[in-house]
């Protein structure tokens, strides 16, 4: 499962729609889950919308929170190249 934040945005759309469309599995993360309904996200095949906010940590499901610090703790030094 591949996990997309901000996914109603227009890069973060484009890519859910691209991996859709490659038969990924995904977890599409939105703030609002009219607005990513209303953009056809939830009805593309593998698709799975989970609303949070990911500058709100209480917004986020347990499974989500475990991606989050995954994810932020492998770009902690993405800037820092010596």
């Known amino acids: 499962m591949i996990l997309v934040t901000g996914a109603t945005g227009l890069n973060g759309m484009a890519i859910v729609r691209e991996f859709a469309r490659q038969r990924h ?23 799975e919308l989970a ?11 347990h499974g989500n929170r475990a991606r989050v610090r995954a994810a932020e703790a492998s770009s ?3 800037g820092s190249r010596s």
């Open 25 to 47: 599995q995904v977890r599409a993360l939105v703030r609002d889950l009219d607005r990513a309904s209303a953009a056809g996200l939830g009805g593309l095949a593998g698709v």
């Open 51 to 61: 609303e949070g906010d990911m500058r709100r940590a209480e917004t986020l499901r």
């Open 76 to 78: 902690e030094g993405a």
